[in-house]
Each structure stands twice: as C-alpha cells, then as structure tokens.
Nanobody
C-alpha cells in the first residue's frame, strides 16, 4: 500500500511562492491519479489539482489556474505542487492523496484511498 509524506509548507507573504512535495513509498504509481487537496479552518476539504501518474493529465480548480502547477517525478516517486502568486485565501492545510484507479472521477474525495498527514500553508497579507 502506498504511503505518502508531504513537505514544503510554511508561512509566506502574499505574492510569494512555495513548492510542496509528496514522496510516495510502498508501491508503484503507474495506475494512480494523484491529487493535492486543501482544508481551511471551518471549511470542507477541497481538491486543488490532480494528475494521472502515467499520462500527466492535469486538472485544476478555477481559483488556482495560472498560479499553481502540479507535476510529478517518476524517478523520485514524488509529486509536486508549485504555488505562485499566493493569496491569503490559499491559507490551509494541504494534503497529498492517491487514487489507485486513475480513470475514476478526480473530484470525488472518497476515490482517494491514501492520504498524507498534511502540511500547513499560511499566507499573510
């Protein structure tokens, strides 16, 4: 079973950039879709971006299009989220997640069967 470990969160100013990383271990990801989710205080967890490991098909929610980029490094078994032009409303705990069936709907949270522990991103105005 795949295990996920995020890193890269922090405290930044509006307009700054951060790159989140998620290292996957314990399995091969060729059949997986991977996603970055976030959860702000008092809000539901939401998908931010996703990618299919084999084909690199990407999906973004509208609020991050043009600012965030999801990518993966096969050799390092690592998923990334490059976040540019950060805004205070991006403040949340960010989670890496894995769906072992890449063909399923990306936006259904329950399709993602493995989750990392989360990393805090705080954007100050």
């Amino acid at each position: 079973q795949v295990q996920l470990q995020e890193s890269g969160g922090g405290f930044v100013q509006a307009g700054d950039s951060l790159r989140l990383s998620c290292v996957a271990s314990g399995g091969t990801l060729s059949q997986y879709a991977m996603g970055w989710f976030r959860q702000a205080p008092g809000k539901e967890r939401e998908l931010v971006a996703s990618i299919t490991w084999a084909y690199e098909d990407t999906y973004y929610i509208d609020s991050v299009k043009g600012r965030f980029t999801i990518s993966r490094d096969r050799g390092k078994n690592t998923l990334y989220l490059q976040m540019n032009s950060l805004k205070p409303e991006d403040t949340a705990v960010y989670y890496c997640a894995a769906d072992p069936k890449w063909y399923r709907s990306r936006i259904v949270l329950t399709n993602y069967e493995q989750w990392g522990q989360g990393t805090q991103v705080t954007v100050s105005s």
